[in-house]
């Protein structure tokens, strides 16, 4: 049952101007959630990236016991930091297993009459950002341990990725 809000930053961007638009009707140090109104599990994530990625095999995910999960990550980070890779999952996530971060943005829409875009929520987007994975694997390997790392730019053209 884990799972993830999810943010893409074009609605960051949307939000920030939303702020902008409207900050001398704002108090001040007001909290605004930028992202989607729920967590999508790792269940939900399992058929889309099966269907987009063309697996073959079992419809369902293979669970595994936390214990082992923790030892493979440690492992996993271990080697990647022999090798100079650089890990996206962390051990610290691990005490997140099986609790989904559910988010509730119901005050930023009414007070800044926002919303996210529905075309950029994660189940609408992994189609796209697998077919930009399997065309050009260089290149998105490259952005995304840039992202990883903390040293990209945004720029309009990677929306969809």
Known sequence: ESGIPYIHLSDVTQ????CIALHKNLSDCETFIASQNWAVTHRELF????????????????YISKSLAKI?????S???GLVGGINFEQPW????????WNVNNDYTRKTLNWTTDPDLEILERLPVILKY????KTQWISINERRISGNY??????KGI
């Open 15 to 18: 939000i920030f101007l939303k």
């Open 153 to 158: 730019i945004y720029t309009p053209n990677q």
């Open 78 to 80: 271990r080697i990647g």
């Open 47 to 62: 058929p889309v990236i099966k269907t987009a990625m063309n697996f073959r095999g079992t419809n369902n995910p293979i």
């Open 133 to 136: 994975y399997e065309n050009q």
């Open 72 to 76: 493979a990550l440690h492992l996993k």
């Open 93 to 100: 996530m691990l005490k997140y297993t099986d609790r989904p």
